[in-house]
């Protein structure tokens, strides 16, 4: 692989979901799961606020489910450049699908504890299936292609959310947190059979190249092997310990890695800042309602469906940095119009439309940022530098989100609001300053691709 910062040659949306039947199973199967995250994600909120009456119950569950991915995101990365990356997906789906069902024994304000492990144990799970998604995708679409891919990937998510975002809350009214559970495991066990029947091998290049090492099992290896590694628990933790502090080097040694890496922090931020107060915000600000709520969030899934189609096709014309660049800044411009109008105007609508043309910029960012992830990383080194983004932004959505909780009250919900907006006008002009030329003079190690 060499790094390139233009999008030039990129496939059409039609012709490469044409022509590759196994990106077509990785995105149907990610539209499947995240569809039933988004349904349990809202079942779990209703009930959980229903059965305890309580927003800090209801907090709780949010910093349970972001506080395990902080730690977890260390060393994930380290396990997936070592595993096949379909088998971690696979496996990762099933023992989720097993993990939700104690959710079923929740029945009251005593039992809230449950939908803490839950969420707990699930978060730690979710890290190692994203990770080795997004490690998957660039085995899947080698070289041109990726921006589409990307941005192809970033509209099943919002269409996961528009979907699953509007029935996760009538499956709980009609049939309460059980139904949503039973709606979830049989998203997560279709996940996995989709998974299983891609037909590329995604096993890391590392552990190809030392196959036949390995299937040789010579004296003379087996002994240098010895000599050279630790025995026991305490050798397995240095290997963890050495081959995570490998992937940072890598990031350290990147300056578009390093970039990206702030870009994570700065934003992520603001996200959990977003999280908490946006709420807030349209029933005090807007003075808006649930359906109000509901509508808005409509507006931003279906900005970002459309929104893909845009990245795919700007693609073939820009640069994957300028894509990320400006797309963070126009982001954040809007985002700062929708908090910062209910100054002088106080009316729903506006945020509605702002909602959904932010949509726009948000998917041609998301989709580049992912393509700049994958172009400046090798296959063996993939998973560690992504379960290190997924890990700090974890760290910094929690930040954000006990942040706003303190200072809403203190300096008021439109000026925290307007930081989350600021920030990716900060982290947008950064990325065009500070990657700029090295996203095509930077030369990233080749890939090993013959094998795959």
Not at 40 to 46: D, K
Request: with cysteine; aromatic share 6%.
């Amino acid at each position: 692989m060499t790094s390139r910062d233009v999008g030039v040659g990129e496939p059409t949306v039609r012709g490469l979901l044409s022509s590759n039947r196994d990106l077509r199973l990785l995105l149907a199967a990610g539209l499947v799961t995240m569809t039933g995250d988004w349904m349990l994600s809202v079942g779990l909120v209703y009930t959980v606020y229903d059965v305890t009456g309580s927003t800090v119950a209801s907090a709780g569950a949010l910093v349970a489910a972001f506080v395990p991915q902080v730690l977890t995101g260390l060393v994930a990365g380290v396990f997936v450049d070592r595993w096949s990356r379909a088998r971690t997906m696979v496996v990762g789906n099933l023992l989720m699908a097993a993990g939700i069902t104690p959710l079923l024994l929740v029945h009251g304000a005593d039992d809230v504890w449950i939908v803490y492990a839950v969420l707990a144990a699930n978060a730690v799970l979710d890290v190692f299936v994203a990770t080795a998604d997004s490690a998957m995708l660039p085995l899947i679409v080698t070289g041109e292609g990726r921006l589409t891919a990307n941005a192809l990937n970033g509209q099943v998510g919002q269409v996961a959310r528009l979907v699953g975002g509007a029935t996760g809350g009538v499956v709980a009214a009609a049939g309460g947190l059980g139904a949503v559970v039973v709606a979830d495991v049989a998203t997560f066990l279709l996940a996995a059979l989709l998974v299983q029947l891609i037909r590329t091998p995604t096993r890391p290049a590392r552990e190809l190249a030392r196959e036949p090492v390995d299937r040789a099992g010579s004296e003379e290896a087996g002994s240098e092997e010895a000599g050279s590694e630790e025995a026991g628990p305490v050798g397995a933790v240095r290997r963890v310990v050495l081959e995570w502090a490998e992937g940072a080097a890598t990031v350290r040694r990147s300056r578009v890695l390093k970039v990206l890496l702030a870009f994570s922090l700065i934003t992520a931020v603001g996200e959990g800042i977003m999280g908490t107060l946006f709420t807030p915000y349209v029933k005090d600000i807007l003075e808006g309602n649930a359906a109000t709520l509901g509508t808005i969030n409509s507006a931003q899934a279906v900005g970002g469906i459309l929104g893909g189609f845009v990245a795919a096709a700007a693609g073939r014309r820009w640069s994957a940095r300028a894509l990320f660049g400006w797309g963070a800044v126009v982001f954040g411009l809007i985002d700062l119009a929708i908090f910062v109008y209910p100054v002088v105007y106080v009316a729903a609508w506006p945020a509605v439309l702002g909602m959904a043309l932010v949509g726009f910029p948000g998917a041609v960012c998301i989709a580049a940022r992912t393509t700049l992830l994958q172009d400046h990383s090798t296959d063996e080194q993939r998973g560690r530098i992504f379960a290190l983004i997924f890990g700090v932004t974890a760290l910094s959505l929690t930040v954000g989100a006990v942040t706003a909780g303190f200072l809403g009250e203190s300096l008021g919900i439109i000026q925290v609001l307007a930081l989350q907006g600021g920030g990716y006008v900060a982290a947008g002009s950064m990325v065009l300053v500070f990657i700029g030329s090295a996203a095509r003079v930077e030369a990233a190690p080749i890939e090993q691709t013959a094998d795959l």
